[in-house]
């Protein structure tokens, strides 16, 4: 059965950080390109960074570009995302993917985070 | 980036009857080297994580339902539902992933009529 479960989400004041972590378990982990995707309050899905399997090729939306760090840990079938200097509108519940390519075919649950100004 | 447009916002079917989505990009998402449309549909329900439905614009996902039928080309997509269904009622979105960033569309809501 696959897995994907997210954690490390909370409160946090503006200008603060966290640490997403997504373990993953129940496929070839270092065969799928994983990503992370959020859904603020009352809007839309966002996609926000992915990364290769390797490691080696990582893309990331605008918005979050120099602020998010996205990183894999293949030893650990697990995603990580950092997020630097926190905003009001980074306020979602974030999504760990998992596809192959770039098809997101499994989701975990979510993990919320939300920042307080 | 590729912006995507889903319409209507939402809409309201019957029970039975067919429920029509559409989806359009800002620039063509179909690639000549793969002949295929970089082109996914997602079904997502409150308190659950997005489900896939569709991929390469008409390949339905393991388990979906037949009743659910992507079709399109370039950059005019639709979704269709042939016979409504009560779990049927969810968000829906399309999502480019031609190239990066990856898009959505801003979701249309299906509900029961």
């Known amino acids: 059965e696959v897995r994907l479960v997210e954690s490390g989400g909370g409160l946090v004041q503006a200008g603060g950080s966290l640490r997403l972590s997504c373990v993953a378990s129940g496929f070839t982990f270092n065969s799928y390109w994983m990503n992370w995707v959020r859904q603020a309050p009352g809007k839309g899905l966002e996609w926000v960074a992915n990364?290769?399997?390797?490691?080696?090729?990582?893309n990331y939306v605008g918005s979050v570009k120099g602020r998010f760090t996205v990183s894999i840990d293949n030893a650990k079938t697990s995603m990580y995302l950092q997020i630097n200097s926190l905003r009001a509108e980074d306020t979602a519940v974030y999504y760990c993917?998992?596809?192959?390519?770039?098809?997101?075919?499994?989701w975990g649950q979510g993990t919320l985070v939300t920042v307080s100004s | 980036d590729i912006v995507m447009t889903q319409s209507p916002d939402s809409l309201a079917v019957s029970l039975g009857e067919r429920a029509t989505i559409n989806c359009k990009s800002s620039q063509s998402v179909w690639s000549s080297s793969s002949n295929e449309n970089y082109l996914a549909w997602f079904q997502h329900k409150p308190g659950h994580p997005p489900k896939l439905l569709i991929y390469?614009?008409?390949t339905r996902e393991s388990g979906v339902p037949d009743r659910f039928d992507g079709s399109g080309s370039g950059t005019d997509f639709t979704l269709t539902i042939s016979s409504l269904q009560a779990e049927d009622v969810a968000v829906y979105y399309c999502q480019q992933y031609y190239s990066a960033p990856l898009t959505f569309g801003g979701g249309t809501k299906v509900e029961i009529k």
């Open positions: 990364v290769k399997e390797d490691g080696s090729g990582k």
């Open positions: 993917a998992a596809g192959s390519g770039w098809i997101s075919g499994y």
């Open positions: 390469w614009a008409s």
